[in-house]
């Protein structure tokens, strides 16, 4: 009886263990040499423990952002991160994360491996965040940790093989095959905006035709382009408040000062966060890659975003160039009409917007690369802000998921919880 509860609730109950069991498994099954087993192990623990490090410096300077915000506008200020809310989620929910995503992916395979949606999501991160989200609705009802485990890994299974067929046929166009799938919980906004762009455009007329300046490419580096996105409305907000006010929420530090360090600080708890995350992912989901073939004949592995800027790189910052817009119009629309802010983090806005351009141009050239990356950038405001509330209700602040996947989930579970008057 020890034994068991030793197992169960001192072991097992360690998330970072719960992951590093999971990749044993899969090393061994692979019958990979011992060394191989031990490293892919330890290094996923690790990679797991280094991302709940980065966490606290990240969720601190969240809260630095929204007091500040809050303080200069009278609104309140969140910035969509997935990384920051799955850091703040893990916090609080580590087990029921862990469980869902090993169940989640369990199930993805079944589901692929009985059903025509012949897809494997092998995205590094993603699968992690949507193990997240399901975690904070299931518990924002008030499920006990054994039915949201449940119930979260067939929804996670489900979503990870039905998403990817939902872009299948924007993405042969961007890929001219059908050996791919995209890998990214925005397909709902990826396959509207490949649909949108052949309305508006032809993809003869390519933004590939065009040429861009070389310096934009610096927002490719998320640590740059997060600085400075978060930078600017950090000073903005800061110059509105006053000297006084922000002196007086850092403690004492020089109100010029105080904006650099927060800014600073977040990005390096995301960077820390994001190594964490690529190197247990690195090493967990290599592991049942050989696996899942083996399992499904016909299986297509759906892969993370950036497989599709090399085919229209100059789409990819055009993409994000509209969505950014589109997100700075929203966050000031919200101002105005006294809803949660939507900061538009360059993070987000770059990869979903940027993708958004790519299948835009695909099936409708320049025009469809614009059009479909700003309804995109719309897109990706207008979820996080209505999902928040349940964000809030569990104990979470500063921050939402900007995937449209995402959201839809979200959407769905803000009407069960109203009905059920959970908030």
């Known amino acids: 009886m020890a034994v068991l509860e030793f197992l169960v609730y001192d072991l097992l109950s360690q998330a970072g263990i719960l992951i590093g069991l999971l990749a044993l498994i899969g090393l061994v099954l692979q019958k990979k040499p011992a060394d191989k087993v031990i490293s892919g192990t330890i290094?996923?623990?690790?990679?797991?423990?280094?991302?709940?490090?980065?966490?606290?410096?990240?969720?601190?300077?969240?809260?630095?952002l929204q007091t500040l915000f809050t303080e200069a506008f009278g609104l309140q200020g969140v910035t969509p991160i997935s990384e920051a809310i799955?850091?703040?989620?893990?916090?609080?929910?580590?087990?029921?994360?862990?469980?869902?995503?090993?169940?989640?992916?369990?199930?993805?395979?079944?589901?692929?491996?009985?059903?025509?949606?012949?897809?494997?999501?092998?995205?590094?991160?993603?699968?992690?965040?949507?193990?997240?989200l399901l975690a904070i609705l299931l518990k924002?009802?008030?499920?006990?940790?054994?039915?949201?485990?449940?119930?979260?890994?067939?929804i996670h299974g489900v979503a990870a093989s039905v998403y990817p067929a939902i872009a299948q046929k924007s993405m042969n166009a961007v890929t001219g095959s059908d050996n791919i799938a995209i890998g990214h919980y925005c397909t709902l906004a990826y396959s509207f905006s490949g649909w949108l762009g052949?309305?508006?455009?032809?993809?003869?007329?390519?933004?590939?035709?065009?040429?861009?300046?070389?310096?934009?490419?610096?927002?490719?580096?998320?640590?740059?382009?997060?600085?400075?996105?978060?930078?600017?409305?950090?000073?903005i907000a800061a110059i509105v408040a006053g000297q006084s006010a922000v002196e007086a929420i850092s403690g004492g530090q020089h109100w010029l000062i105080y904006p650099?360090?927060?800014?600073?600080?977040?990005?390096g708890g995301l960077y820390v966060i994001v190594t964490g995350v690529r190197l247990f992912l690195g090493e967990l989901v290599p592991a049942f890659v050989g696996l899942s073939k083996?399992?499904?004949?016909?299986?297509?592995?759906?892969?993370?975003?950036?497989?599709?800027?090399?085919?229209?790189p100059t789409?990819?910052?055009?993409?994000?160039?509209?969505?950014?817009?589109?997100?700075?119009?929203?966050?000031?629309?919200?101002?105005?009409?006294?809803?949660?802010?939507?900061?538009?983090?360059?993070?987000?806005?770059?990869?979903?917007?940027?993708?958004?351009?790519?299948?835009?141009?695909?099936r409708g050239g320049w025009k469809g690369c614009i059009v479909g990356a700003f309804v995109t950038g719309i897109l990706i405001a207008v979820g996080p802000a209505v999902i928040y509330p349940i964000m809030e209700s569990v104990g979470l602040s500063g921050t939402s998921f900007p995937e449209t996947d995402f959201n839809l989930i979200g959407i769905i579970f803000n009407f069960i919880g109203t009905a059920l008057g959970k908030w």
Request: charged share 10%.
């Open 294 to 312: 083996k399992l499904i004949p016909g299986v297509k592995p759906a892969l993370d975003c950036p497989v599709v800027f090399p085919y229209a």
């Open 86 to 132: 799955t850091a703040q989620a893990q916090t609080l929910f580590p087990t029921v994360i862990a469980w869902i995503m090993i169940g989640g992916f369990a199930c993805n395979l079944l589901v692929a491996r009985i059903t025509p949606f012949k897809y494997v999501f092998l995205t590094d991160g993603h699968s992690l965040f949507l193990s997240a």
């Open 140 to 154: 924002a009802l008030g499920l006990d940790d054994i039915p949201a485990i449940i119930i979260g890994s067939i």
């Open 315 to 362: 789409a990819v910052i055009l993409g994000f160039i509209s969505a950014y817009v589109a997100g700075l119009i929203c966050m000031v629309v919200f101002a105005a009409l006294h809803m949660t802010v939507i900061i538009p983090v360059a993070i987000p806005y770059f990869f979903i917007g940027a993708t958004a351009g790519v299948f835009g141009n695909a």
């Open 198 to 235: 052949s309305k508006v455009g032809k993809p003869e007329d390519s933004t590939e035709k065009i040429e861009l300046p070389g310096w934009l490419g610096i927002f490719r580096d998320y640590i740059v382009s997060v600085t400075l996105s978060i930078g600017v409305i950090f000073y």
């Open 260 to 267: 650099l360090m927060q800014t600073l600080t977040f990005a």
């Open 43 to 64: 290094k996923t623990i690790v990679g797991f423990l280094i991302f709940g490090i980065g966490s606290t410096a990240a969720q601190g300077a969240l809260t630095g």
